[in-house]
């Protein structure tokens, strides 16, 4: 069973970085392990994550044959974003599965769809990152066209510039989920795709962090559901720019460092380009999962 790093809250001090352990039953705080390697080191995950490879698989050992002073109640705990609020911008792919490109050209009346001959980059806000069950604002008189899409996350470990493809995953510390909401009516009238993507809390994260070591998340199943009604279902091998291009493009002349969240594009099955379309409402309960990590469950809530 992978292991599962979290955020976690419980009332008792600030957000802390721990693993469900038992089938989710119980967590295991990290920053109470009495001694070791992560003793002092791991308050929360971004330390985690600097702490380099060695805590990494101190916490991975932990978890596998956990302390029992630093076990408790996970029905007792709050699961928050992975990372709360990410040191900078969240990187993003778009366009990145051929189906959605196609799917996204004919709502423009394009029936002849290209590859991109490049990633197309773009950012959603820190201050957007929400937890799993934590409610997306429907953004009504905002967006008429909020969408959902759901996404393998990497999350960077090692800090890098220039990355060749064939050392990129040397930089991965671990995968999570990610839904990329958007506004589709915003992304089309400002061009540039940050407005429509970077709405208030727009940007559900987790449920938590699987080493990257413990998944081959080159080629596993993704898929949405809302209200239980499957939309997506596809591959991450179906990337037309897998992890490794993602990271050598994302680093030609720019350092990744440790924490950053890259999110690497949606499959086809978004719902402005149902027909008719099928945008998100207040009260839709969207479950994005990706499988070897888990899902991530929001629900659509009137307001923001």
């Excluded at 809250?9 to 009495?34: F, T």
């Excluded at 030609?252 to 969240?261: A, C, I, N, Q, Y």
């Excluded at 998100?280 to 990706?290: A, F, N, P, S, W």
Aim: glycine share 10%; charged share 25%; hydrophobic share 40%.
């Amino acid at each position: 069973m992978a292991t599962k790093l979290v955020t976690f809250e419980d009332g008792k001090g600030p957000p802390r970085a721990g693993a469900l352990i038992d089938d989710g039953r119980r967590l295991l705080d990290l920053a109470a392990v009495p001694s070791g390697p992560l003793s002092g080191r791991a308050p929360d995950m971004l330390s985690l994550i600097e702490a380099g490879p060695a805590a990494l698989e101190a916490a991975r050992a932990l978890a596998a044959d956990p302390p029992s002073a630093a076990v408790l109640d996970a029905g007792a705990a709050r699961l928050l974003a992975p990372i709360p609020r990410p040191r900078r911008n969240v990187f993003c792919v778009g366009r990145n599965y051929m189906d959605h490109v196609a799917e996204g050209d004919r709502t423009r009346g394009i029936e002849k769809s290209e590859l991109p001959k490049y990633p197309q980059f773009f950012t959603k806000a820190p201050e957007c990152v929400i937890g799993p069950d934590e409610a997306i604002p429907d953004h009504a008189g905002t967006t008429q066209w909020l969408d959902y899409e759901v996404e393998l996350a990497v999350v960077i470990g090692r800090e890098g510039r220039d990355i060749p493809a064939e050392r990129a995953l040397d930089h991965v510390w671990g995968w999570t989920v990610a839904n990329d909401v958007t506004g589709r009516d915003l992304q089309r009238r400002y061009g540039q795709w940050f407005k429509g993507k970077s709405l208030d809390r727009s940007c559900p994260l987790g449920p938590w962090i699987v080493p990257a070591a413990e998944l081959d998340a080159l080629d596993t199943g993704i898929r949405c559901r809302v209200n239980g009604e499957t939309r997506q279902d596809s591959r991450t091998g179906k990337m037309i720019f897998d992890v490794r291009e993602i990271i050598r493009h994302l680093s030609v002349g720019f350092t990744l460092r440790p924490g950053d969240v890259v999110m690497t594009g949606t499959p086809e099955g978004v719902g402005y380009a149902m027909q008719p379309p099928r945008t998100l409402k207040d009260g839709d309960v969207v479950e994005c999962e990706i499988d070897g990590i888990g899902t991530l469950r929001n629900t659509v809530r009137a307001g923001g």
